[in-house]
């Protein structure tokens, strides 16, 4: 349904911005740039809008926390920080806007979608986007807290002050770039499910696994990013991770040689 270098944002007529200019190179933005991190964006350089929920809401004159959708309209209004593919640089920002690829193309919620597509054929029934409010969290969900001495974050809901995992973002609108709550053993039957090894069965084809953890540019010989893992040579085979974190928690996963 859809190709590597298909335009990204031709799937988002829905998601243009109401006023201003839009950067002209926004229309060059390929998924495979986008699953790459090579979009255009730089959160070094202009920030992360992830994380910057209340402007953007105040900026659209709605109520804060602001959406995806809405982060995703208010960012099309901004200059990228370089030309796509010209450069690598870690885009939560990036993943957002597949996560509403997926979305427009199949005619379902993304987390319906993930659930129903992917993670359902790797015999995962648990995983779900997390709730930032502590009230709307499922029972058997961890508590998360801040570090010693941390200082309290100011609500996204409501502007009074709170511990930072309990409003101090809005993981809602991380769903597709770190908002999946899951426990240790479904993260390792979606590892496993993907992993290209012959002791359980994959849900992707093994042209589709070469495809996501081959070399990209902008690495060196040994380590380099692909489609959503950091890959590393390691002989004849290759260690891949993913690593992140947020205020109160930390993870990381690994397939190692």
Do not use: C
Not at 138 to 150: L, R
Not at 195 to 210: E, K, N, T, V, Y
């Amino acid at each position: 349904t859809l190709k590597l270098d298909d335009p990204a944002f031709q799937f988002l007529p829905h998601l243009e911005p109401e006023t201003g200019d839009v950067d002209s190179r926004l229309s060059l933005i390929t998924i495979r740039q986008l699953l790459t991190h090579q979009g255009g964006w730089d959160r070094d350089l202009s920030g992360d809008p992830m994380f910057n929920v209340v402007e953007i809401a105040s900026d659209l004159g709605i109520d804060s926390p602001a959406p995806v959708d809405a982060i995703i309209r208010w960012m099309r209004q901004k200059t990228l920080d370089f030309n796509p593919g010209e450069n690598h640089a870690y885009s939560n920002f990036g993943y957002a806007v597949l996560g509403r690829i997926i979305e427009a193309v199949s005619g379902k919620p993304y987390e319906q979608y993930v659930n129903e597509e992917v993670l359902a054929l790797a015999g995962i029934e648990r995983m779900e986007i997390g709730r930032s409010n502590l009230t709307d969290r499922p029972p058997d969900e961890m508590n998360y807290f801040p570090y010693p001495g941390q200082q309290e974050a100011t609500s996204v809901f409501d502007g009074n002050q709170t511990p930072w995992p309990d409003g101090g973002f809005y993981i809602e609108a991380m769903d597709a770039h770190g908002g999946w709550i899951a426990s240790a053993t479904d993260i390792l039957r979606f590892v496993s499910a993907v992993d290209g090894r012959q002791d359980r069965p994959d849900i992707l084809p093994p042209r589709s696994i070469a495809e996501m953890v081959k070399k990209t540019d902008h690495w060196n010989d040994w380590r380099w990013y692909g489609f959503g893992w950091s890959v590393r040579s390691y002989g004849d085979d290759h260690n891949w991770w993913h690593m992140g974190s947020l205020p109160g928690t930390t993870s990381i996963m690994v397939r190692a040689h």
